[in-house]
């Protein structure tokens, strides 16, 4: 079974910048679709953004376009999502998730079968 490690979270001021990383223990992620999360406290979790399997469709929500971008790095064996332009909402728990489901991704949570433990990334300044 995959398991699945984020890192690269911190304390930004409004208005910058972090890159993300999702990476999988003992193996590759080229063959999974990914999709990175956030649960802020007193909301639910929420779809952030994701990239499909194979093809490498990707998707943002509408709160995170024009400022987040997912990518694979298949050389380091990781997708990043790097976060520009970074506001006080976008303070989070921020999980990445797979799945070797093919097709177009999703950000509904139900359509991941792994996770990683999440790492904090705090706006603020």
């Known amino acids: 079974q995959v398991q699945i490690v984020e890192s690269g979270g911190g304390l930004v001021q409004p208005g910058g910048s972090l890159r993300l990383s999702c990476a999988a223990s003992?193996?590759?992620?080229?063959?999974?679709?990914i999709g990175w999360f956030r649960h802020a406290p007193g909301k639910e979790r929420e779809g952030v953004s994701c990239i499909s399997r194979g093809f490498g469709s990707k998707y943002y929500a509408e709160s995170v376009k024009g400022r987040f971008t997912i990518s694979r790095d298949n050389a380091k064996k990781m997708v990043t999502l790097q976060m520009n332009s970074l506001k006080p909402e976008d303070t989070a728990v921020y999980y990445c998730?797979?799945?070797?489901?093919?097709?177009?991704?999703?950000?509904?949570?139900?359509?991941?079968?792994?996770w990683g433990r999440g790492t904090q990334v705090t706006v603020s300044s």
């Open positions: 998730a797979a799945t070797q489901t093919w097709g177009a991704c999703a950000l509904s949570r139900s359509w991941y079968d792994y």
């Open positions: 003992g193996g590759t992620l080229d063959v999974y679709a």
